[in-house]
């Protein structure tokens, strides 16, 4: 079973256990966390406690993780942004706001959720909570997402993320005003050893690399486009707190409160890949969402 360490910062004094612990990780909801605790799972400082528990400075949480259960994930309709499909891939723009697939004590409203709905035929590769599933982003960040019909498309895409021969092209506003027009981030990311809420660049971090180019300065903001070459977690909200200039909105990287953005401005705009079974190259395009183009007008103001 694995372990999760993590220590109560002063800006988490007085909060609730499960509020904090659901915030560790994406994918953990807040009534998964309660039966954690509930089943004994969770410990403060070396003893069991209730999920109102309210944290303390420097008071040490220990978190075993159970192994996933297999759950029955229900089909919902959506009104999904399919950009292509045929009978082995599927490409589809995902809204801000939206979870890509469920987890345990958060099986509903998710894009897995929406996609089992659209079609019957998902890989498998990645089990049931999965499906289909070849890559990810992150819930308050929008846009294209390549999504596997079978496991002979999932093998030879996930090659491809392996290769680095995916193209996956972020659009981003980032405080401050980068003086190059073009650059090249490459600083290994991990899990940050002073808060397991965060990724940070390490020393010992897993080898990643972001390419970015400017499109347009504001007074205090700038627009960038960046491109992935490996895919970590939180890779460009990281890679671009590193450098200086963290993600607009961004409520776990960035300032607080500098804009009325609700999340990080990031929208995954083009990706392209070689087509699994026809080996032909393919990429897609999709437009900023309106409520980033609205930033952008109000910026140039």
Known sequence: MEKMEHIILESENNERIDKIISTLQEEWSRSQVQQWIKEGYVTVNGKKIKANYKCIINDQLEIEIPEPQNLDVEAEEMNLDIYYEDGDVLVVNKPKGMVVHPAPGHTTGTLVNGLMAHCNDLSGINGVLRPGIVHRIDKDTSGLLMVAKNDFAHERLVNQLVDKSVTRKYFAIVHGNIPHDYGTIDAPIGRDPDDRQRMTVVDNGKHAVTHFRVLNRFTDFT???????????????????????????DPKYGPRKTLSFNGQALHAGILGFIHPRTEKYMEFEAPLPEDFLQLIESLKK
């Open 223 to 249: 627009f960038v486009e960046c491109e992935l070459e490996t895919g970590r977690t939180h890779q460009i909200r990281v890679h671009m707190k590193y450098i200086g200039f963290p993600l607009a909105g």
